[in-house]
């Protein structure tokens, strides 16, 4: 990949960091972007990173963040399945983040969060996630029969056992748990209120549903339309549910951009893609999901021992995501849903032919889903008279700046 110069690459500074703290993963889940979507870069990887290049990686995030004036990073531990670093690696890990955030006091603070498949999740992991204030997402995707087939071990046993009891662990601990949510990769082959409920069921009151990785050289298995359907079903569940403690993530960020709000995760509005990458050797990557897209596509030959953020702000696929949405078709951008999904999520817009100058694999899903959740606002805002103008279905705008990374989302902060 070719850089330019530090600082060349413009566009918002990056405040979320996905660190790859474990290259291999228990389980092997049949949609994984990471081992089953044609990447092989995992096969060359530590197995964890050591505890050099993590303290290296630490460093470099915040001396990019003092640099930049930000005040706050969220640094989000992923894999594979980030557990399998064992607990004093994630201990000395915390503390070492305590140690930086102490250091820097009043100019950067860190926030470090969790995305685990649960398996191995434990009351002892809790106790040390709680002390540290690690946030957690898990990942189920519903009731046994399904999950299973979807999230099986390398043996081919479910999960879902293992990973409902770490749940119900999370679930009885009340408040001195700390804060965590459910991460469901959506599929129209199960519909989304079965598995809303289930979740309820488990005691879940935070959750949210991901689009899942397609594009035009992978496309969805299901009937067009079967998606759009699948989310305008689970919103009028939740909708329905009407309870504010129960959370999907994805649909109070729709109902916000349909208000004129601002999205609060990075896969919905139309905005740079800014996330960076660390895996377990130290290497620094745009999006990890662009892999999704060909095998190497986001290798670098950039580490944390010797090159700073802005050199990988500066690479050749980094400087694509800052500037992704110049790529749409115009009549994408003219789409009335434009504002709210961005042409969909960068790597679901990927074709050999055009690379991302498509609108997203899921477009008129999206279309679906979004002018369904419009209408259903629209209707609940009638009697208290007329709506601000703009925006789909006559409401609002593209909201602020400061969004979410997916990875955020993905642990349901």
């Known amino acids: 990949m070719s850089r330019l110069r530090d600082g060349d690459a413009g566009g918002p500074p990056s405040a979320s960091y996905i660190l790859k703290i474990a290259s291999r993963c228990n389980l092997n889940c049949t949609y994984c972007y ?14 964890v990173m050591s505890p050099d290049v993590a303290r290296a990686a630490l460093r470099r995030i915040v001396e990019y963040a003092v640099r930049h004036g930000l005040r706050e990073a969220v640094v989000a531990l992923h894999g594979g399945e980030p557990l399998l670093v064992g607990k004093a690696w994630m201990a000395r890990f915390l503390d070492d983040v305590a140690e930086l955030t102490a250091e820097h006091a009043g100019a950067v603070r860190l926030w470090p969060t969790v995305q685990t498949n649960g398996t191995l999740l434990d009351a002892e992991w809790i106790a040390l996630f709680a002390r540290h204030g690690v946030q957690i997402g898990v990942s189920l995707d519903g009731p046994a029969a399904w999950n299973d087939l979807r999230r099986p071990d390398h043996a081919g046993r479910g999960s879902h056992r293992r ?11 009340g408040d001195a ?25 488990l005691g879940v009151r935070k959750m949210d549903f991901l689009w899942p990785d397609h594009h035009y050289r992978d496309l969805p298995p299901w009937e067009p339309g079967a998606l759009g359907t699948y989310y305008a079903d689970l919103f009028d569940a939740w909708y329905a549910h009407a309870d504010p403690d129960v959370r999907i993530r994805w649909f109070e960020s729709v109902v916000q951009l349909v208000l004129g709000g601002a999205s609060g995760i990075d896969s919905l509005g139309a905005h740079p893609v800014t996330d960076v990458v660390i895996e377990t050797d130290g290497t620094l990557e745009p999006l990890d999901a662009l892999r999704s897209c060909g095998d190497g596509m986001t290798r670098t030959s950039l580490g944390v021992a010797r090159h700073t953020v802005e050199d990988l702000r500066g690479t050749a696929l980094y400087r694509l995501g800052l500037r992704n949405q110049e790529l749409l078709p115009d009549d994408c951008r003219a789409c009335p849903v434009y504002e709210i999904c961005g042409g969909g999520y960068m790597p679901h817009r990927w074709s050999p032919e055009r690379r991302f100058a498509n609108p997203s694999v899921h477009c008129a899903d999206l ?5 369904h959740i419009a209408g259903t606002v629209r209707e609940g805002l009638a009697p208290l008279g007329p709506a601000p103008p703009g925006g789909p279905g006559g409401f609002g705008g593209s909201g602020g700046p400061h969004r979410k990374s997916r990875k955020e989302e993905e642990a349901c902060r």
Request: glycine share 10%.
């Open 367 to 371: 279309r679906h889903a979004i002018g």
């Open 34 to 47: 990471i081992y089953n979507k044609g990447d092989t870069s995992h096969r060359t990887r530590p197995r």
């Open 163 to 173: 990973v409902r009891e770490a749940i119900g662990l999370l679930a009885a601990g």
């Open 177 to 201: 748990s700390p804060p965590w949510g459910v991460l469901v990769v959506a599929d129209p082959r199960i519909p989304g209120p079965v598995v809303f409920r289930h979740l309820l069921r």
